[in-house]
């Protein structure tokens, strides 16, 4: 490769470094704004976030500065890109414009967001996996708007919203010392879940197998048990008519005699 070439010139898909669009739904803002910084760093643009010097504009720093605005841009939503775009706007001006429609009335975003998390429960989601995400998601965008929680705050949230079957476990964690980070408390409820799965699949296989044997142990149904007396009414007619034969033909061949 070219010595000459700038390493940003190279990404030919931002969506490769950066895999989750900024919306106003999910509010992402924290994780991907981190996505954002580290990759300008590693591919040596991290200046363009900063205001631009213009002693030092020329044709290479406003390429520089385009591919820049085509990541952001490639990584926001329609609604948002709709919102910051305007001609010969700079990457550190468009930088702005997110930051600043995610950090203004953080007051009333920190209340939604609080409201949002105390109401999140397990019960809501498919699994333990995604109640946990949806957790730290919701954590990380109070700290998008300074209203960061503790990690204990942290845990004995997501340990507020289980459900009954997961009381002992929840337990267990908050008398744990010292008291487990969101990580190691996820991971505990995570192999909790699937403890209880594999148990309710053995169950399940037990009960199977019983039915079918307590099937086959019951197989003289009413039709087989009336089929059964059938057969032996027939026999039984069968062997009197005989014995009615043996006996005529006896008093035949007397008469004769």
Not at 9 to 30: M, R
Not at 42 to 56: C, E, I, N, R, Y
Not at 219 to 238: F, H, V
């Amino acid at each position: 490769m070219d010595s000459k070439i700038h390493p940003a010139v190279t990404v030919s898909n931002i969506k490769n470094f950066i895999p989750i669009t900024l919306d106003n739904e999910s509010a992402q803002y924290v994780t991907w704004s981190e996505l954002f910084r580290i990759h300008c760093t590693a591919f040596q643009v991290s200046h363009h976030l900063q205001p631009k010097p213009a002693a030092t504009i020329d044709e290479v720093w406003k390429r520089l500065d385009a591919i820049m605005l085509q990541w952001i841009y490639g990584t926001i939503s329609t609604d948002l890109l709709q919102t910051i775009i305007k001609p010969k706007t700079t990457a550190f001006e468009a930088w702005n414009a997110l930051e600043s429609l995610f950090q203004d009335n953080k007051l009333a975003r920190a209340l939604t967001l609080q409201q949002k998390l105390t109401n999140t429960r397990l019960e809501n989601f498919s699994n333990m996996e995604a109640y946990c995400r949806e957790v730290k998601v919701l954590s990380d965008q109070l700290t998008n708007v300074d209203a960061p929680l503790s990690n204990q705050q942290l845990v004995l949230q997501l340990l507020g919203g289980l459900t009954e079957q997961y009381e002992t476990t929840a337990t267990i964690l908050q008398q744990t010392i010292p008291f487990p980070d969101f990580n190691a408390a996820r991971s505990r409820l995570c192999h909790a879940e699937a403890q209880k799965n594999t148990q309710a699949l053995r169950d399940a296989q037990t009960a199977g197998t019983a039915l079918q044997a307590s099937t086959s142990k019951t197989d003289t149904t009413p039709e087989a048990r009336t089929d059964s007396k059938s057969e032996y009414a027939s026999s039984d007619r069968g062997r009197r008519r005989n014995r009615g034969r043996e006996r005529g033909r006896g008093r035949q061949n007397f008469g004769r005699g």
